[in-house]
């Protein structure tokens, strides 16, 4: 083989055959529905009103800028997703976007929702969207990620911004009511990632990620996951408590965080891989559960307020 | 060797590599042509009658 048909076939390899799907991927569509939703609710909740239009593009640059994260990290993480089961059919470890493609397309998405959400909304929502995916992508995946296991408590600030941002949109303001959004959001995600990590143990343990149960040990992990939930269960009814939710939505919020503290105890008294970690999957499982249910019941009763008040 | 032998014109592209190209320059026109779109109505909302108001 010479060396000019080695070129040519490198050129020609180089030339993408990703689709435009691919590139949706990439942007980790699960995850950008539940920022859209979140932050549609922290919207739904502020005081005041927006126009239509500009309510939508908000909406549309706080999702857009939460895939651009997404596709920085897969990006940056790609060596590690290719020997990760649960990330092994991402778009870069099958070969179907290239690591520089995806580079690009993160910073052109991150550029380009940052600076319209900032003239067509406001420079404060714009500048909350441009910290979140700095910290998502440098903060929580080029350093906490790999180097302590507190990275998914640290890292979980990032998915608590959405409704946030979706207040600053509507407001121009940061307020007390928007932090306990943050804080519901903040609390939820190590008990909920924790309860992943104990039954996906050894993925974790294979691409050297510090996970908390790889490097405490399972009995640190399941106590830790069950003090969290108690906070889950106390901020979630917070909205009530301080008056910005209703008693009824207070209640709902009560029952669901004691289901919640429950599940936590189960996985921190009864959990083990010999039931094939039945407790941290129900806790995994209703973990979604729990958060889409406590901003449907906020965004709810927002509504209604707007639709009565 | 001829100088330019190694550029893009003279890589033969495989059926793949043209329909996804194909598909991808679609999408990045439709997007393009969105955010034009977003833009236009953006501005009119965000100025309203503001839009009107220019210093002679």
């Given at each position: 083989m010479t060396v000019e048909s080695i070129r040519e076939e490198d050129t020609a390899k180089l030339m993408s055959t990703a689709m435009p799907g691919d590139y949706y991927k990439l942007m980790k569509p699960r995850v950008m529905y539940l920022v859209i939703f979140t932050a549609f609710v922290g919207m739904l909740m502020a005081p005041g009103s927006i126009d239509p239009w500009l309510g939508f593009i908000a909406i549309l640059c706080i999702s857009i800028g939460a895939g651009a994260s997404g596709a920085l990290n897969m990006w940056y993480d790609s060596d590690i997703d290719r020997i990760m089961k649960r990330t092994e059919k991402r778009p870069i470890p099958v070969g179907q976007v290239q690591e520089s493609e995806a580079l690009t397309f993160g910073l052109l998405l991150s550029a380009f929702s940052v600076v319209t959400l900032g003239l067509l909304v406001n420079w404060l929502s714009a500048g909350l969207l441009a910290f979140t995916i700095f910290f998502y992508a440098?903060?929580?995946?080029?350093?906490?990620k790999r180097s302590t296991p507190q990275n998914i408590v640290i890292g979980g600030a990032a998915g608590a911004f959405p409704p946030v941002i979706g207040w600053a949109a509507m407001t121009g303001t940061i307020t007390i009511e928007s932090i306990v959004l943050f804080a519901i959001i903040f609390l939820w995600t190590p008990p909920h990632f924790w309860a992943l990590a104990l039954f996906r143990l050894k993925d974790y343990e294979v691409a050297e990620v510090p996970m908390m149960p790889n490097v405490q040990g399972e009995a640190s992990t399941r106590l830790q996951t069950f003090v969290y939930s108690i906070a889950v269960g106390i901020t979630g009814v917070l909205p009530a408590v301080i008056g910005f939710a209703s008693l009824v939505y207070g209640a709902f919020a009560l029952g669901l965080g004691a289901w919640f503290i429950w599940l936590g105890y189960k996985v921190w008294?009864?959990?083990?891989?010999?039931?094939?970690y039945a407790h941290e999957k129900k806790l995994f499982g209703f973990s979604i559960i729990y958060l889409f249910a406590i901003f449907a019941a906020l965004g709810t009763e927002a509504i209604i307020m707007r639709l009565v008040g | 060797m001829a100088e330019g032998k190694y550029t893009q014109e003279n890589i033969e592209m495989t059926e793949a590599q043209k329909k996804s190209q194909r598909a991808r320059n679609i999408a990045l026109a439709l997007i393009l042509a969105g955010f034009v779109i977003l833009l236009y109505f953006g501005t009119q909302a965000k100025l309203g009658a503001n839009i009107l108001q220019r210093p002679l």
């Open positions: 440098v903060i929580y995946t080029m350093w906490l008294k009864k959990g083990s891989a010999e039931n094939g | -």
